[in-house]
């Protein structure tokens, strides 16, 4: 009779198997967390890049509008510059001119450049807020372009329109606790506008 | 592994392109500050005359980028002629040796000044307006790429491989800006404006054109006047008002047929400022004190105030009649004060009185003045006089003179004033239903609701210098043809 051989066989214990599967899922949990971190991070970093930017142009618009127009006025939290007629249909520049009685003119009719916060609802039924430069030349279709996307507020604080104009703008929280910011932890950014109005004529 | 690394290189390029846009926005703003550089170089040079490192170039066209060529500028521009100035080469170049900066170390810029076809003949005193351009060019620096933000770059439209003025290439990427100015020359003439004042004016016009008006006209030109007297239907614009402080000023809706010039912080109520928007600042001027004449002994007559004669002649223009008042001088009711012509010529028959009190004319009281005599009257107090007590046909016939400070001077009555008050250091009303014309000069004036001003511009003369020049418009020029945008 013939004894069969011992056969030797390799393996991992149930102990052992069950110890690198919960390692594995402890490591791939982590990877998984860090990255829905960075990505959430990265999210919130270009949120907040978009956000900075939007300031800085907002304020830039505002700022150069004020200086160059003779006169600002408030109406239903728009703000609206009203400037000379710079440029001919064409986009040439205009020079100046004295008229019969020595006033200082350029071209023919006004300009108005005018800032409001506009909202509507997207087709995903959300309710957006963007804030809207409308320049009207004269005799010419108004353009209107969004220069700041997704804000919070728009307020104009007429502090003196005959010598410089206060408004704010407020955007809303980018670092948040929750993705969709509806709980927000860190508070809005608020912008403040406050330019002399440089142009002489604006004093009156 | 690989999701991470994208993540993380997805930050890493948003953080570049923030810190980039970042960069852009300051140097954009840094070119502002060049081009107000410029402009104020410019605004400097024309106040001194001073053309120190100018160029003369002549070309009727300004250069659409930097200008070069040109003779030495010893003067200001003529039609058809710019000046301009650069600012040198890079005046924020760093230290030598030290280490480098990361943010933009270059601000340059260039001025040009031409009269730009304004027409000189059409300023209330005949002279040279003048158009500014300032352009600020700054580093921008980094990598010479766009915003990720269109919008961005709407706004700020920077040059980073070529010259968006001349299309040529350019070695670093710059943003540049370009502002206008238009400046109006400040004319130092006594009566070179209709109201000057060392502080405020206050005026109660109601909105009315017809009444309550400051406005002008000419008593040396028929067209613009009748036999020497205003005349509405021959209204003038160049009722020119300044202000060296304007604290406290108001016009009140007046209607003002003439530009205001102020200094100081902005005038109240100047919504019938003719037409709209015909305002400068500032006012960079000195209104001389006022002074008694110095007469040889035995020039002059001497009486009490209450003991001047009925008539009085004048003298010539070479040796004018003089005469002093001691006190005060009163033209008392039912009296009457003659001052006679010596010849008929109505350039040669002056008089000079001297009161050292006040100079009032009494209701029914009356000075006649013949139309050949030109009057002065050096009155060192208080001034009350109305249109029906002194009556003479054009302002350049009478003038008062105030002396010292802290005095008033009212006119009052119908028919309205003629004549000038130079008085800097009076308090001036004008309270006549009648009004005043001729020019005034004083330390504040107010205007009551039914009195007009007429600024009598034959007396402005053409001997009037320009010592300053005040903002009339600015401008910043933003505009990008080759993409359709204008403001």
């Excluded at chain 1, 006033?103 to 039924?125: E, R």
């Excluded at chain 2, 202000?243 to 530009?259: F, K, P, W």
């Excluded at chain 2, 100047?270 to 709209?276: C, L, Y």
């Excluded at chain 2, 005060?328 to 012509?341: E, K, L, P, R, S």
């Amino acid at each position: 009779m013939k004894i069969p051989g011992s056969q030797t066989r390799f393996g991992f214990a149930l102990v052992e198997m069950l110890m690198s599967v919960a390692c594995g899922s402890l490591i791939l949990a982590a990877v998984v967390a860090s990255g829905v971190a960075l990505q959430r991070s990265s999210a919130a970093v270009e949120s907040y890049s978009v956000a900075e930017g939007d300031q800085l142009r907002v304020s830039d618009y505002i700022a150069m509008d004020s200086r160059r127009c003779y006169s600002a006025s408030v109406s239903g939290n728009t703000l609206t510059f009203t400037m000379p007629t710079f440029y001919d249909a064409t986009g040439n520049r205009i020079d100046p001119s004295l008229d019969s009685n020595g006033a200082l003119q350029y071209g023919a009719g006004t300009t108005t450049i005018s800032y409001s916060k506009n909202t509507y609802q997207d087709t995903n039924g959300n309710v957006v807020s963007n804030f809207v430069r409308t320049v009207t030349p004269a005799g010419q279709a108004s353009t209107s372009t969004v220069i700041a996307r997704n804000i919070l507020a728009f307020t104009i604080t007429p502090q003196s329109l005959s010598t410089n104009v206060t408004c704010s703008i407020t955007f809303p929280p980018k670092f948040t606790d929750v993705p969709d910011g509806s709980n927000p932890s860190a508070a809005a950014t608020t912008v403040y506008c406050n330019v002399f109005l440089r142009n002489p004529r604006a004093r009156q | 592994m690989t999701l991470m690394s994208f993540i993380c290189a997805t930050s890493l390029y948003i953080a570049s392109q923030n810190s980039n846009s970042g960069m852009q926005a300051a140097s954009w703003q840094q070119a502002l500050a060049g081009a107000d550089t410029a402009v104020d170089e410019t605004i400097a040079a024309l106040n001194s005359q001073g053309w120190t490192n100018w160029k003369q170039v002549g070309s009727s066209q300004l250069p659409a980028s930097q200008p070069s060529g040109g003779a030495a500028a010893t003067t200001a521009p003529v039609p058809g002629q710019y000046n301009y100035l650069l600012s040198g080469s890079n005046p924020l170049k760093p230290i030598p040796g030290a280490t480098p900066p990361e943010g933009n170390t270059s601000v340059t810029w260039w001025a040009t000044v031409d009269t730009a076809g304004l027409d000189a003949t059409k300023d209330a005193n005949g002279k040279q307006w003048y158009r500014i351009r300032g352009t600020g060019v700054a580093g921008v620096p980094g990598s010479p790429r766009v915003s990720n933000n269109r919008l961005d770059n709407d706004l700020r439209k920077l040059s980073l491989f070529l010259n968006r003025q001349t299309g040529s290439a350019i070695s670093n990427p710059q943003a540049s800006r370009t502002i206008e100015v238009v400046v109006q020359p400040t004319a130092t003439g006594t009566w070179a404006r209709g109201i000057t004042t060392r502080k405020w004016m206050s005026m109660a016009g109601d909105g009315n054109p017809l009444i309550a008006v400051v406005d002008s006209f000419d008593s040396s030109n028929p067209a613009k006047s009748t036999l020497g007297v205003y005349d509405i239907i021959k209204r003038q614009s160049h009722g020119d008002l300044a202000m060296i402080n304007s604290t406290s000023a108001d016009l009140g809706g007046t209607y003002v047929y003439g530009r205001l010039t102020y200094s100081g912080p902005p005038v109240a109520n100047t919504n019938h400022v003719q037409p709209p928007g015909n305002i400068a600042t500032p006012f960079n001027f000195t209104i001389p004190d006022t002074a008694d004449p110095t007469w040889a002994p035995a020039t002059y007559a001497t009486y009490t105030g209450g003991s001047v004669p009925p008539i009085i002649a004048a003298g010539t223009k070479a040796n004018p009649a003089r005469v002093k008042i001691n006190g005060d001088f009163t033209v008392a009711a039912g009296q009457t004060v003659t001052i006679i012509n010596q010849d008929f010529s109505m350039t040669n028959n002056y008089i000079e009185f001297w009161v050292t009190g006040k100079f009032t004319t009494a209701t029914g009281g009356v000075i006649v003045q013949s139309p050949y005599v030109h009057a002065t009257w050096y009155v060192d107090n208080d001034i009350t006089v109305s249109g029906a007590s002194y009556l003479v046909l054009r302002a350049e016939n009478l003038s008062f003179v105030g002396v010292g400070n802290n005095h008033a001077a009212t006119e009052s009555g119908i028919p309205p004033f003629v004549g000038t008050i130079n008085a800097p250091g009076f308090d001036v009303t004008i309270a006549g239903v009648g009004g005043f014309s001729g020019a005034v000069l004083a330390n504040t004036l107010t205007l009551n609701n039914l009195g007009s001003i007429h600024y009598d511009e034959a007396l402005k003369g053409s001997s009037s210098a320009v010592n300053s020049y005040a903002f009339a418009s600015w401008f910043e020029d933003n505009s990008d043809k080759a993409r359709s945008i204008a403001y």
